[in-house]
């Protein structure tokens, strides 16, 4: 628990120095993968991008946490009580960490590469998808402990693929979508160590789902 909790703190601590770092001026390294991508977005590149990077930035964590919630309440009906319980709190997890974006943007006001809505630490569609995927990496340490490890991968790939396309449509720089999984990982590992989801079972031989 205390490994957690120190953990959570490092990287909520990491989140908040870089987007005090990069407030106002851009790093050397996001210029340079700003300047890479300049101009990307225009075309049929970034109308395949935009549907890429909503889809899966936004669309599927929506998706996916509406699928929990939806077991939840059958396993409650089942009398599942236990394993009902954990992907609440998984839920709750989810919603805490995805308060990231909400409330980083105003607070550090940091401004797009480009012209767009809204400020630009942390990318909230790499926050939306991290916040998922630790939910998911969350409910299989529990509940379907096998799928773990593959678990952690998909997440990790769905996380820099979401990165990848802000990057491409020239609306984050890289520190905003670097400082989302920041943002995200301190905030999920305090939410989770609190709610005793972290640092997982006590048994080894953890329910299936």
């Known amino acids: 628990m205390i490994r957690v909790l120190g953990a959570g703190l490092g990287f909520l601590g990491l989140f908040v120095a870089l987007g005090i770092a990069v407030a ?6 996001d210029l340079a993968v700003t300047g890479a991508f300049q101009g990307w977005w225009r075309g049929p590149v970034g109308t395949a991008t935009s549907v ?16 929990v919630l939806v077991g939840v309440v059958l396993a409650w009906y089942r009398g599942l009580r236990a394993e009902a319980w954990v992907a ?10 995805r308060l990231t974006s909400w409330v980083g ?11 767009y809505a809204e400020f630009s630490y942390p990318s909230g569609h790499v926050v939306a998808i991290a ?5 998911v990496v969350l409910l299989c340490r529990w509940l379907a402990p096998a799928l773990t490890r593959l678990a952690l991968v ?29 943002g995200v990982l ?10 005793r989801l972290l640092p997982g079972p006590v048994s080894a031989s953890a329910p299936a789902a």
């Open 24 to 29: 106002r001026h851009p790093l050397a390294v």
């Open 52 to 67: 890429v990077s909503n889809l899966v930035g936004l669309v599927l964590p929506a998706a996916v946490m509406l699928g």
């Open 88 to 97: 609440a709190r998984v839920l709750v997890v989810f919603g805490v960490a």
């Open 105 to 115: 943007k105003p607070i550090f006001l940091r401004e797009r590469p480009r012209q």
């Open 131 to 135: 916040s998922a995927g630790f939910a």
């Open 154 to 182: 998909v997440s990790a790939v769905a996380t820099v693929l979401v990165a990848l396309t802000r990057l491409v449509l020239g609306v984050h720089w890289l520190s905003d979508t670097v400082g989302a999984v920041l």
């Open 186 to 195: 301190g905030i999920g590992l305090l939410v989770a160590a609190v709610l």
